[in-house]
């Protein structure tokens, strides 16, 4: 039975609603959970008649939904924490996080830009950042950087991690033989180089070193705007897009409600509902607990890297 920590996220925000609609409504027969967060929402969770949860209160403090404030982010950073060391410890296999605020984490001395780098520093690895949803799977050759800087970050090591990502996610799911749809940097990959040469000149030979590396098939780079297309059509199971809004903005648009953040590279997994913090909307109950539903259960379900075949 897999052992899942999991994080509030921000007190205020829709994680904890959402997941306490999920694991009092839904039944996980596959894991045993350790929940941190505030006092009064850990017991609620502890009660649950479906599912076996351990409560761990980090704070008394009772936090209204849709007020941020800058006690809820530390309760935040805290569960990251707590969560974080019980893999460390070997009291979990896996993380579950609610999402957080950015901008107030930052505020009270959160130095990562995301979860993702939070997760990798505590952990070790090399992440990659990949989606998870129903109709489409993506993995992130770069992720949380400006736009400007993507085609000097896109070097060899981060495009073929990005690839490799994206085979090792497929046999994750139970997938031995992928079929790898790679995005190019450049509008229609480049057109043969009157577009762009990157595709050309650097993209595609490291593609074709990969090929004897890697189990299933890879394609040469293709036209961003055709990958997803084609994979939700059966040509393709995993895409690599380039940078974060090229993969995101397509698998938003399909996936929103059970798209599914999963950290790569890591000595251990950590997924997340692909949404944010939501405070506008946080305890009217109008939020779907589709993401996060399919978090919980991707964590419970998922292959381990020791049963992976990549050399």
Not at 102 to 111: M, N, Q, S, T
Not at 226 to 253: C, I, N, S, W
Request: with cysteine.
């Amino acid at each position: 039975m897999k052992r899942i920590a999991i994080c509030c996220g921000d007190p205020s925000g829709l994680g904890p609603e959402l997941i306490e609609r999920c694991l009092l409504e839904k039944r996980y027969p596959d894991a045993a959970f350790t929940a941190f967060g505030p006092a009064r929402w850990g017991a609620r969770l502890a009660a649950s008649t479906l599912n076996a949860v351990e409560a761990v209160a980090l704070s008394e403090k009772d936090f209204e939904a849709g007020k941020p404030c800058p006690e809820g982010a530390r309760l935040a950073i805290a569960a990251m924490e707590a969560a974080a060391a019980s893999c460390v410890g070997g009291r979990a296999d896996a993380v579950v996080t609610g999402p957080i605020s950015k901008a107030l984490c930052a505020d009270v001395g959160y130095e990562f830009p995301g979860q993702t780098e939070f997760f990798a520093d505590r952990w070790g690895g090399e992440p990659t950042m990949a989606f998870v949803g129903e109709r489409l799977k993506v993995c992130l050759a770069t992720w949380h950087i400006p736009l400007a800087s993507v085609p000097e970050a896109l070097d060899e090591r981060s495009f073929k991690r990005g690839i490799r990502s994206a085979a090792r996610l497929a046999q994750r799911l139970g997938n031995c033989s992928p079929r790898v749809l790679v995005c190019g940097l450049n509008p229609h990959a480049g057109e043969g180089g009157i577009l762009g040469t990157e595709e050309r000149e650097r993209l595609n030979p490291w593609i074709e070193e990969l090929r004897d590396e890697l189990p299933g098939r890879i394609e040469d780079c293709i036209p961003g705007d055709t990958a997803f297309a084609r994979a939700m059509k059966g040509e393709g199971d995993v895409v690599v897009a380039m940078y974060h809004d090229q993969g995101l903005a397509p698998f938003k648009a399909v996936d929103f409600d059970s798209g599914v953040n999963v950290t790569l590279g890591l000595k251990h997994l950590r997924v997340s509902p692909d949404h944010g913090t939501g405070f506008e909307i946080a305890g009217t109950g109008v939020a779907s607990p589709g993401s996060t539903h399919h978090a919980i259960r991707l964590a419970s379900e998922m292959k381990g890297e020791s049963d992976l075949i990549l050399g």
